[in-house]
Each structure stands twice: as C-alpha cells, then as structure tokens.
C-alpha cells in the first residue's frame, strides 16, 4: 500500500506557460523526492504596470510519503 500527498505550486515565466509550468517542476523536484504526478489545474495572465505580461502555471504534484524505517 502507498500513501501520496497531493500539493498546489505555481510557477511563473516571461515566456509560456509552459516554460511556467517547466520551472516549477523543476524548483519542486529539488526538494521533493518521488515526483510522481504534476497536473496543470490553472493558468493566467498577470499584467504589471508596464504592460509586461507573465504567465502562471498553477499545477497539482502529488508524491509518495516514504517510510522512515
């Protein structure tokens, strides 16, 4: 039997939400072991004062709680 714990992260880029979607995973996968699933469950826009658009990639990861035997 297994035990997963699922959590929201949002990651942000200049580029795509993609390439969001790519760096928090990337960020994520530093410090949790056992990545199993990343789901994309929302994606905006968000526009500065300036006009400079980023794009956001909010996903569900859900990893596997280890033993500590």
Do not use: C, P
């Amino acid at each position: 039997m297994s035990v997963y714990r699922v959590t929201e992260i949002i990651g942000t880029s200049g580029t795509s939400w993609e390439d969001a979607a790519a760096e928090a995973i990337r960020t994520a996968a530093v410090t949790i072991r056992d990545l199993r699933v990343a789901e994309v469950v929302k994606q905006d826009i968000h526009l500065d004062e300036d006009g400079a658009i980023t794009y956001r990639t909010k996903l569900q990861l859900s990893f596997k709680y280890e033993n500590e035997h």
